[in-house]
Nanobody, 116 residues
C-alpha cells in the first residue's frame, strides 16, 4: 500500500476551476492505477477519473470535457484539473492508488464546494 495526501480543494463559484493534487509515497508497483473518486453524504464513493502508469485514462461521463487527470511518475504525484465546475461537483474528493488488481489505498479526502 501507499500513503496518499490530497490538497487543493476549496470553495469556488459555478463556472470556476480548481486543481487537486495527490502526493504519494511508497512502491510504484502499488501505483499502477491512480485515480480520483468523490463522495457526497449518503451516497457511495464514485469514480471520477483514473489513469494508469502508462497513461491510459478513464473518465465518468459527468466530467468528460471538463476535468483532466494527469500524473508525474517521477514525482509520484497525480493531479485533477477541474474546469467549468458545477454545483453537482460538490463532494469530498479522494485520491486512490493500487496495483493492476485495483485501488487499495486511499487518501484522507479534500472538500470541493461549488456554490455562489
Amino acid at each position: 500500500q501507499v500513503h496518499l495526501v490530497e490538497s487543493g480543494g476549496g470553495l469556488v463559484q459555478p463556472g470556476g476551476s480548481l486543481r487537486l493534487s495527490c502526493a504519494a509515497s511508497g512502491s510504484m508497483f502499488s501505483m499502477v492505477i491512480m485515480g480520483w473518486y468523490r463522495q457526497t453524504p449518503g451516497n457511495e464513493r464514485e469514480l471520477v477519473a483514473t489513469m494508469t502508469f502508462g497513461g491510459s485514462t478513464n473518465y465518468t461521463d459527468a466530467v468528460k470535457g471538463r476535468f483532466t487527470i494527469s500524473r508525474d511518475n517521477t514525482k509520484k504525484t497525480m493531479y485533477l484539473q477541474m474546469l467549468n465546475l458545477k454545483s453537482a461537483d460538490t463532494a469530498v474528493y479522494y485520491c486512490g492508488a493500487g496495483p493492476w488488481t485495483g485501488v487499495d489505498s486511499w487518501g484522507q479526502g479534500t472538500q470541493v464546494t461549488v456554490s455562489s
